[in-house]
């Protein structure tokens, strides 16, 4: 459909981070500005509501932010916005968004449910699923369940996968600080070592997370670590930042605890002071049994993932409205998300909508 890599073409070239999609929205507002539908603004955010007084509403989501990264893809609709480029397949969302959009303006009376789009913000940052949900519009609407989908590097192009349960992770950052105190090293007795408890705090934290069962899904890695400032001088201070990722919350609360405990018996043993921050992310993607099972009934040629990714998305916040179910759209062997050169083949589009409007056929 020529409409949906004219949608992309245009919202590629108009990155912006999230909650100052101010662009984007306009350029949403005035493609569906003549449709028979209600437009609710949720600041940047826009949901609309196909209404034809059917008992039952669902929902479908794509999110709009982009990050910021300067493109270097080469394309002739490339970026306008120093700085911000759709490096995540956003813009893509939202065109197979306003596709389904045209498609209801026209068939929405034939369906069986009411329909809710839900154009959201800032996904990248500060999960703006939360602000989605707080302003109350998905429960005053009677959304019963709500579908979403992401463009997936390295997946066979225009294949789609999804797996009941776990999908993809709930994400915490990492902060930890160590103080000792500093000595020369010839006198290093009178010194307390933050290198050394740094260096065992980190293989006793893998050591305490590789004891789960194999078939527990979570991960626990530190990928910086900083300490000391010269080779002759014991340091008096290490950081290491790290993230960990799960998909239960005992199991997730289990971690952090374990490395609380950790950090507490290695202050006791060698007097060093450690503090640990935990900056909590998104909600598990965890999708709902009965809908994967509905869809896979009526939709065949969808495949089922063996385990779940450990990638971060704020669609599980969603789960405080009503079940969710979460897709990734396969686009072969492109650069990875997150970089400069992303960029996919736009025929892929038309399987998103195929897989909407079949979703909106079967429910």
Not at 36 to 64: N, W, Y
Not at 227 to 247: E, F, H, P, Q, W
Request: charged share 20%; with cysteine.
């Amino acid at each position: 459909m020529r409409l949906l890599t004219t949608f992309r073409m245009d919202l590629h070239q108009i990155p912006e981070l999230g909650f100052e999609e101010f662009k984007t929205q306009a350029y949403l507002l005035n493609v569906i500005k003549d449709f028979d539908c209600t437009i609710h603004q949720v600041q940047t955010g826009l949901i609309l509501h196909f209404d034809h007084q059917k008992e039952r509403t669902i929902a479908f989501r794509a999110d709009m932010d982009a990050l910021p990264i300067q493109e270097a893809t080469g394309l002739p609709f490339a970026s306008t916005h120093e700085g911000r480029m759709h490096a995540c397949g956003h813009d893509g969302h939202m065109s197979i968004l306003l596709g389904l959009a045209h498609w209801l303006n026209d068939h929405y009376t034939t369906l069986n449910q009411n329909v809710v789009l839900i154009f959201q913000p800032s996904e990248e940052k500060e999960a703006g699923a939360n602000v989605i949900v707080d302003s109350g519009i998905l429960q005053h609407l009677q959304v019963e369940a709500i579908f979403g989908l992401h463009l997936w590097p390295g997946k066979e192009k225009s294949s789609i996968w999804t797996r009941a349960n776990e999908l993809m992770a709930t994400a915490s950052e990492i902060d930890l600080h160590i103080t000792g105190r500093a000595a020369h090293v010839a006198d290093s007795e009178l010194g307390i070592d933050a290198c050394h408890v740094a260096s065992k705090l980190l293989v006793d934290a893998y050591e305490m997370e590789a004891a789960l069962p194999k078939d527990v899904f979570r991960l626990l890695k530190f990928g910086e670590m900083h300490a000391g400032t010269v080779r002759n001088v014991i340091s008096d201070d290490a950081k290491l930042y790290g993230t960990l990722r799960s998909y239960d919350p005992i199991i997730h609360q289990q971690l952090k605890q374990g490395l609380l405990q950790i950090a507490a018996d290695h202050d006791a043993t060698f007097g060093t002071t450690t503090s640990m921050r935990f900056l909590d992310g998104y909600d598990a993607v965890i999708n709902d049994p009965h809908l994967v099972n509905l869809v896979k009934t009526s939709i065949p040629t969808i495949r089922e993932l063996k385990k779940p990714v450990l990638q971060a998305e704020d669609f599980g916040v969603y789960r405080k409205v009503c079940p969710i179910l979460f897709f990734f759209l396969g686009i072969g062997d492109t650069a990875p998300l997150h970089n400069e050169k992303f960029d996919f083949d736009m025929d892929v589009l038309e399987d998103g909508l195929a897989l909407f409007i079949d979703i909106l056929k079967a429910y």
